[in-house]
């Protein structure tokens, strides 16, 4: 289990993290997301050992960041959004100097490179040297590093940042076989829609204050008080544009070219079912009723917005 | 046997060090550079004839002036192969990585240190060889060539670990290397400028305490008085203090070594 606690980090008057306080239970494949500067980076440098908090403290699995760096660092395996390589070691002997590094004896880390190497997909790279790889085998070969000494937790920033889509989707799929494994993984994307694939809880991080945290679906199911609909329609979409103003919606937008209305409708299903029922009382022959599902992004996007609205209110 | 892995920075410096193509030619040069250099002076003193012949001072001659060009060459390369340790590995983003690993900041600064170390000491053993020639013509003791190549040693470990330090403390290669030369150059030619300013006021005003200080720091002056009695006494004589020079030298260069290890260590995991 990884607790924050309080956790703030100022790097002069700027506030990279703002008591940030959170739990994430053993096993969670946790999602941070956040614009760029949000403090995704500063929270995995604290967690991994790097960096000092101002105050507040991180545990993991009971001990702390700040007094017991040395257990924290065994417990962890950490991938940094920007890292280099040994380029003149070879695949199996980058692995084997981390393997020693976590002071792993010499037998048990020819088998887990073998394991690991396998896992990654990089078992014919064993013997290259870690220069001739590809940007994604490069990215492949440093998560198989952070799983050298089994850790229980992992931390990987921007896993598949700078990755061709290919790359990409390789990457994914690493990490849905390693949801398997029962780790606890932190883990931070651009890509939303990658995110919400893999990760059971997020949590959405605004100029270093967490701003929600949960399960994916959960907080989905809140937004979804508020639906993008669209209706085509047959006949004149003017009528049908005449109606939906009368209703209970908002921002209702026309487009002749499909011959459909899209507005946003805030109620329940079954106000939903009665507005398609007065549509087509009215005479409106609606060819589809279509409500858009919010994905990551437009979570993202809505709790961020109401976050800027809220403070805009309070300056 | 599950045994824990010996210091793995310093086997996987090595592996990468020794790995390196131009670590072996830059041997070689050194190698050749010297040869040549004990060729041209067997000829300078032999007048070019091969009817001329080598006397032992002669030899002694020659064993200081490589003495000398081995100090020097020290003096050159322990910068070079230290002031990067640390900062080569932040610039290639791969310091943050290592600091997560359970190696703690004294197996690693000691294993980036024993690393480089042990290149510039294969350099030296390298030109035994050539070290021994003075041996065959008689003038030169083995206790003295094994005082020198303590003396090499000790030189070594304390501007090696000047090197790390500013390594570990300063952000740029550039800056540190800059800093380390500037270190070998104080010691090199500055303790011997401010060990003659000291004498020249020093015999006004009766104190040569602190030349004899500035002249026990300098390793060219030091390494000479290890093989030459005279020079240290010389030294004695001007400064009018008996202790030999040497050991203030090893006390100085040891404490220097020591804090500066002390210092990269300390730094390493500043976590500001």
New interface residues.
């Given amino acids: 289990m990884i607790e924050f606690q309080q956790l703030t980090k100022n790097y002069g008057q700027l506030k990279a993290l703002n008591e940030l306080s959170l739990t994430i239970k053993k096993g969670t494949i946790f999602g941070f997301v956040g614009a760029n500067g949000a403090g995704k980076s500063t929270a995995f440098s604290i967690l991994?050992?790097?960096?000092?908090p101002t105050s507040g403290d991180i545990l993991v699995n009971g001990k702390s960041v700040v007094q017991n760096?040395?257990e924290v660092?065994?417990q962890?395996g950490?991938m940094?959004d920007?890292?280099?390589?040994?380029d003149?070691?070879k695949a199996e002997?980058y692995l084997d100097?981390?393997g020693?590094?976590?002071?792993?004896?010499?037998?048990?880390r020819q088998q887990k490179i073998t394991d690991l190497l396998a896992l990654v997909r990089l078992t014919d790279k064993r013997d290259q040297y870690v220069d001739d790889l590809s940007r994604g085998m490069k990215q492949r070969l440093?998560l198989a590093?952070t799983l050298m000494?089994d850790p229980d937790i992992l931390i990987l920033d921007e896993p598949a940042s700078g990755l061709d889509p290919r790359a990409r989707v390789e990457m994914r799929d690493i990490l849905k076989d390693l949801k398997g494994l029962g780790k606890t993984i932190l883990i931070s994307s651009h890509i939303l829609p990658e995110l919400a694939e893999i990760c059971d809880e997020i949590g959405v991080l605004d100029s270093g204050k967490l701003i929600a945290s949960g399960n994916i679906l959960e907080i989905q199911a809140q937004l979804q008080g508020d639906k993008f609909i669209t209706v085509k329609v047959l006949g004149d979409v003017n009528v049908a544009q005449q109606f939906f103003l009368q209703q209970q919606v908002e921002h209702i937008e026309k487009n002749d070219f499909e011959n459909s209305v899209t507005f946003v409708f805030n109620g329940d299903d079954v106000m939903q079912a009665n507005l398609l029922k007065a549509a087509i009382d009215a005479g409106i022959q609606v060819t589809a009723f279509e409500v858009e599902d919010k994905n990551l992004e437009d979570v993202f996007m809505v709790i961020t917005e109401e976050v800027a609205k809220h403070e805009s209110k309070t300056v | 046997m599950n045994q824990k892995p010996f210091n793995p920075v310093l086997l996987k410096e090595l592996k990468l060090r020794f790995r390196n193509a131009k670590s072996f030619s830059s041997i070689a040069f050194y190698l050749i550079a010297l040869t040549l250099f004990i060729v041209a002076f067997f000829n300078l003193m032999t007048g070019y004839t091969a009817s001329g012949f080598f006397q032992p001072s002669e030899s002694f001659l020659l064993f200081a002036c490589l003495t000398v060009l081995q100090m020097g060459l020290i003096l050159f390369i322990a910068p070079a192969l230290t002031a990067g340790a640390i900062s080569t590995e932040r610039e290639k983003q791969t310091l943050n990585i290592l600091l997560t690993t359970t190696q703690t900041s004294a197996q690693i600064i000691i294993g980036k240190l024993m690393a480089s170390l042990a290149f510039l000491i294969v350099i030296l053993l390298a030109t035994l060889p050539l070290y021994s020639i003075v041996f065959l013509f008689g003038g030169v003791s083995p206790s003295m060539v094994v005082a020198v190549f303590l003396l090499f040693i000790l030189t070594v470990f304390a501007l090696g670990s000047v090197g790390i330090m500013f390594s570990t403390i300063t952000k740029k290669t550039i800056v540190s290397m800059i800093t380390t030369y500037g270190v070998a150059i104080f010691f090199a030619f500055f303790t011997f400028l401010f060990f003659l300013v000291g004498v020249v006021n020093g015999l006004e005003s009766g104190l040569l305490a602190i030349s004899y200080v500035w002249i026990s720091l300098n390793p060219f002056a030091v390494a000479l008085s290890v093989i030459s009695p005279d020079i240290a006494l010389g030294i004695s004589e001007t400064t009018k203090i008996e202790l030999s020079p040497v050991w203030i030298y090893v006390i100085g260069y040891s404490g220097i070594g020591l804090l500066s290890l002390a210092i990269a260590i300390k730094k390493l995991r500043a976590t500001h």
């Fill in positions: 991994a050992t790097l960096l000092s760096p040395h660092r065994a962890i950490y940094p920007f890292f280099g390589v040994y003149q070691l002997e100097f981390y020693a590094a976590y002071g792993m004896p010499a037998k048990l440093c590093r000494h």
